[in-house]
């Protein structure tokens, strides 16, 4: 299995409120039920007041590196990625366990 975590962080100026941040968040949390490749698909709002700490999380799990790839390439994942590049940056780890 492949875990895959993806850290966002809003940029300056953009909040949790803002429609294409909740535009954003709505079409990741459909992917759960619309890619077969995902085995878990967990996501959410950071509770973390630490100044290091990003703002949002998913944490998902593929079967291996080939069904990540369909993942990641998936049309509706493309799509929520476009939305999100409009907001956020973010960092992504995604590892064998």
């Known amino acids: 299995m492949i875990r895959h975590l993806v850290l966002f962080k809003l ?20 992917l759960g039920d619309t890619i077969p490749e995902l085995r878990h698909w967990e996501l959410g709002w950071n509770v973390s007041d630490r100044p290091i700490a990003y703002d949002f999380a998913i944490n998902s799990a593929c079967d291996d590196a080939d069904a990540l ?10 799509a ?13 780890a995604d590892y064998e366990f």
Not at 11 to 30: S, T, Y
């Open 11 to 30: 940029n300056k100026g953009v909040e949790r409120d803002d429609p294409r941040v909740v535009q954003g968040v709505e079409a990741f949390r459909a």
């Open 69 to 78: 790839r369909r993942y990641v390439e998936h049309p509706d994942h493309q």
């Open 80 to 92: 929520g990625v476009a939305l999100w590049r409009e907001f956020a940056t973010w960092v992504i």
